[in-house]
Nanobody, 114 residues
Framework: QVQLVESGGGLVQPGGSLRLSCSAS????????MSWYRQALGQERELVAT???????TYRDSVKGRFTISRDNDNNTVTLQMNDLKPEDTAVYYC????????WGQGTQVTVSS
């Protein structure tokens, strides 16, 4: 079955950096677009970034120039490098793959606070 396991969240001061990783299994990773979503407390889940099987990247406007999504098709991992973090980036971050349905990891908390 599909499994997505995120890691790398934590507490960071504004302007700091974090790197999130997602390890995937249970499907042919190299053929699927992979995405990161986030959900802040009391808000809807929102798409942060997507990377196609061939490495084409798209981002929501608020993270452009600060976040970078990457994938390693040999190791079935997708990462999200987050720089210049802001308090409004505080959320639980989820790895996602869409097949017949959406599959999600358990999420990893990112808190940006001084």
């Amino acid at each position: 079955q599909v499994q997505l396991v995120e890691s790398g969240g934590g507490l960071v001061q504004p302007g700091g950096s974090l790197r999130l990783s997602c390890s995937a299994s249970g499907f042919i990773f190299k053929y699927r677009p992979m995405s990161w979503y986030r959900q802040a407390l009391g808000q809807e889940r929102e798409l942060v970034a997507t990377i196609s099987p061939h490495g084409i990247r798209t981002y929501r406007d608020s993270v452009k120039g600060r976040f970078t999504i990457s994938r390693d098709n040999d190791n079935n991992t997708v990462t999200l490098q987050m720089n210049d973090l802001k308090p409004e980036d505080t959320a639980v971050y989820y790895c996602n793959v869409r097949r017949d349905i959406d599959y999600w990891g358990q999420g990893t908390q990112v808190t940006v606070s001084s």
